[in-house]
């Protein structure tokens, strides 16, 4: 598989994801589902709607911490989504991409931003069976991830302009939902005579 072949640039960006946090978030939303239909069918809506919100900030807890953390790259630069902050840095601010625990990027600032999703270094794969066996099939995936990004970077270096961003903001969507749901607790422990 060649450079080109792996990195698609800006028309087909990759998003760097691990498979376990597509299934936690499918398995917790399945689970508020019938958490929250049971107790509507048997406390009625008024009552599910005041234990909703301890159920939802589960939820949420579950896709902030697993799901929305990601890395995404594409032909203009490399996109950190850590839990309630993202870092956009465009390829000419980059000086080295390297895995410890996580990714990290470092750039000119300078400053290393380390990425809580996308590839992580878990334990070394096993050795082959047999002697001569496919060393490519047994690296582990976030090497081959590592190398996806590290060849995306070295393709776009050269005609990256160096004066690109590097931009840090919160991630609003989820800072909105959260401040939702912390009301609606504060609300359901009122109606509830939980505070008094």
Excluded: C
């Excluded at 008024?46 to 697993?66: F, R, S, T």
């Excluded at 300078?110 to 096993?126: E, N, Q, S």
């Amino acid at each position: 598989m060649t450079r080109d072949e792996r990195f698609r640039g800006a028309d087909h960006p990759r998003v760097f994801r691990a498979p376990s946090s597509i299934i936690g978030l499918i398995v917790g939303a399945l689970l508020a589902v019938v958490l929250l239909g049971d107790a509507a069918l048997r406390a009625g809506v008024a009552e599910m709607l005041l234990l909703a919100p301890w159920i939802l900030l589960a939820l949420w807890a579950v896709y902030a911490l697993l799901f929305a953390p990601h890395v995404r790259i594409d032909a203009d630069g490399i996109r950190i989504h850590n839990p309630l902050r993202v870092v956009e840095i465009a390829w000419g601010r980059v000086t080295d991409i390297d895995m410890r625990w996580q990714l990290e990027v470092r750039t000119d600032e300078p400053r290393t931003y380390k990425a809580f999703g996308g590839p992580v270094a878990g334990r070394p794969g096993r050795p082959p069976l047999r002697s001569g066996g496919d060393r490519a099939r047994r690296e582990p995936p976030a090497i081959r991830d590592l190398t996806v990004i590290q060849d995306a970077w070295e393709s776009a270096r050269a005609t990256a302009p160096t004066d690109g961003a590097v931009r840090r903001f919160w991630d609003i969507p989820s800072a909105i939902s959260l401040l939702v749901l912390v009301v609606w607790v504060i609300i359901a422990l009122f109606i509830s005579g939980g505070v008094r």
